[in-house]
């Protein structure tokens, strides 16, 4: 079993980037799978996350109407889109699964990828 998160690197600030999670070893569709990220001296925060049927994916404040997360279950994969980014995105960007619905704690996924970072600088 494995996730895998991909698609990090440096960004100028109003561009866009996408990231991806794909699973192995199992399928990404039964879960929820949610991204967090972490910036250097400041605590694991919830991004996003999308459901895998019962309708709890949220955007969290900080990203909304700037990240829309898509599923390609042929791919079994999850990506992550993110726009207009800002100095402020700049993080390590985790993804991770849960049983059940979306949830914003850290805390409840069962399994995580190793990050990727995502630096946005002019």
């Known amino acids: 079993v494995q996730l895998q998160a991909s698609g990090g690197g440096s960004v100028q600030p109003g561009g866009s980037l996408r990231l991806s999670c794909a699973g192995s070893g199992f399928t990404l569709d039964y879960y929820a799978v949610g991204w967090f990220r972490q910036a250097p001296g400041k605590e694991r925060e919830a991004v996003s996350c999308i459901s895998s049927a019962d309708g709890s994916s949220f955007v969290a404040d900080p990203v909304k109407s700037r990240v829309t997360l898509s599923r390609n279950s042929t791919e079994n994969t999850v990506y992550l889109q993110m726009n207009s980014v800002k100095p402020e995105d700049t993080a390590v960007y985790y993804c991770?699964?849960?049983?059940?619905?979306?949830?914003?704690?850290?805390?409840?996924?069962?399994?995580w990828g190793r990050g990727t970072q995502v630096t946005v600088s002019s």
């Open positions: 991770a699964i849960v049983s059940g619905g979306c949830s914003r704690y850290s805390e409840r996924y069962r399994f």
